[in-house]
DNA sequence: TTGTATGCGTTATCAC
DNA sequence: GTGATAACGCATACAA
């Protein structure tokens, strides 16, 4: 007869047969206890133990037709901000029957269709994506996802299904205007990694700059090189280099404003009175420099925790209060632009 | 007759159908295209992309007997450290027919136990798991996993299967003596999260001090709150505060020393004349701070990628070269710690 | 190169 | 409350 070797590894097969039961007992004395007597439940877990049997997933999720499984797509493990939306999915999902799954598209719209791909082969239970700039093959496959699916981190009119964020738009607006309203005269850009959403603060920045009358285009210095507190404290020293006359800069996020920062302290500058600083963000870090910085304060985690809260609505069969929520941003003022006017 | 509904999504099935074909050849056609006739393959390839159709991972992982799935288990995620590690996994593992599944343990070791056995569920093909302070039973069902198994960050004479890191023992002995050479009188030790791995760092660093002449139990500031910069600038003060003679610090990770640096300029002490400053792990930041911050250089991302090579040199079937691998570490002098004897 | 029959380990369905 | 049986969707073994 023709055979095939399993993984060698105990079923529940094995334990029903230990029990003297049948495998669907087992199979519910696991899932819901309440549904097999005392006496039996006793019997089975016991034989799990001395099998050391561990129910295999993917059998479970094939007879079941669907998964415990959360796909999560972000653009970057090491940047803090997608890390603190991440532990709070994790957080959230943690300890409850769903398993998290991770891809990192590394700001390649390309490698997130791959990712989204792979992940539905999972048959996820839901999907969490960052942003609004997907393909639109991305989009239409995650329009047909059988699964409630998030995007985090921005807002829109338009989601795939829903949306939690804030708008970055209005965020780089509003630190335009606050540089303004300091009595900054020459007020520059400074952006590293511009993605999509880098792009949408510089608009903002941009539009609260022409407002204000402050607008000079030959202030916007931007790369794509990765964003790091090194690179900030290089690119402010050719900055200030080749335009003695700036005094104040916008990064587009945290680790740039601290490299800022050093790098002005290492020109001699003083902050915020030869040049002012504002970041993106408001990591930690933040609020303890010397001088303390001035950021646009998210609230990572909570978009985080938001989605999870919105996916398991969902999946308990209710309607969301609602697809689209803005978390807002607040300006968080403080040494870096607080200077005797 | 008995019917169940499966998910109502596309199955090999389906393809064959509208490919005319059997299901499986369009089972090869998509593992591994040069098996089948170029004919054939178009009208497969056709039949797909018209169903949209996406292989079922779990039932593939089923019939196959095995998964494309590697666990990872991590105590943090936003630590910067372990999420440069991750990095390197994802990069190494991306591109291919791996999948990684991502766990928090959040330094709970009976968190780690319970992600352990979850992921041993999925008959993952590998597992890579954060550190040699496992509990026994986590221990016995990663020994008893029918993976290779690789420990990470750590080294270690016994490690589960394979193992590759670093010592903390030695990197913070490392920076005690480093202390002592510059000729501080009053050395201190700043940790937060005191996770065993700081303590074996501040083991190996009293070691040094021990043999210096400069140990002091006094002089040892420990907490279990997690590490920030703000909390390396509170903490910092209240150390001087009491004992008004430190004369340098060696903190247990670098975002605590740059809190440190932060706190002692805003008591207006001098960083390296005042008081000696140096962290751990030499993140990106340490050298761009100003003044720069001495630290002990360890190459996460290097111990990833390790970790994946090691991984994939078992499954492609060969035994690796070595199965425990010290990248060790570098002592990263800079302005922080060179004061003028 | 292609197809047929069957098994992977679990759960849904129906019967007792 | 418990059990027998047939799916779940795909890949292996073997044959042609």
Partial sequence: MRKRKGAGRPTIADVANKAG??????????????????????????????????????????????SNIIGVIV??????????????????????????????SRYVPAEEERLVRTFLGQRPSAMIVAGTDQTDVTRQ?????????????DVGDDPIDMIVGFSHFEGGKA????????????????????????????????EALQFGGRYDPDLIMTTTVSSSVSLGAELIAQFCARRPDLDAVFCNNDDMALGAL??????????????GIIGFNDLEMMAAAHPSLTSIRTDRYAIGRHAVEMIQSVLSGETPDKKIVDLGFELQVRQSTSRAK
């Fill in 141 to 153: 496959l995650l329009e047909n996802a059988e699964c409630p699916v998030v995007q985090i981190m």
């Fill in 75 to 104: 653009p970057s493990l090491t940047n803090n901000v997608f890390a603190e939306s991440l532990r709070a999915i994790y957080d959230a999902f943690g300890q409850g029957a769903f398993q998290v799954q991770l891809g990192n």
């Fill in 262 to 275: 050093f790098g002005c302290q290492k020109a001699g500058l003083s902050i915020p009175d030869d040049i």
């Fill in 21 to 66: 039961v049948s495998t669907i007992t087992v199979s519910r004395a696991l899932r819901d206890p309440a549904m097999v007597s005392d006496h039996l439940r006793r019997k089975i877990n016991n034989a799990v133990r001395k099998l050391n049997y561990v129910p295999h997933s993917h059998a479970s999720a094939l007879a079941s037709t669907r």
């Fill in 175 to 206: 630190a335009g205007v606050h540089l303004v309203q300091q009595g900054y005269k020459r007020i520059g850009f400074l952006g590293a990694r511009m993605d999509p959403r880098s792009y949408r603060r510089l608009e903002g920045f941009k």
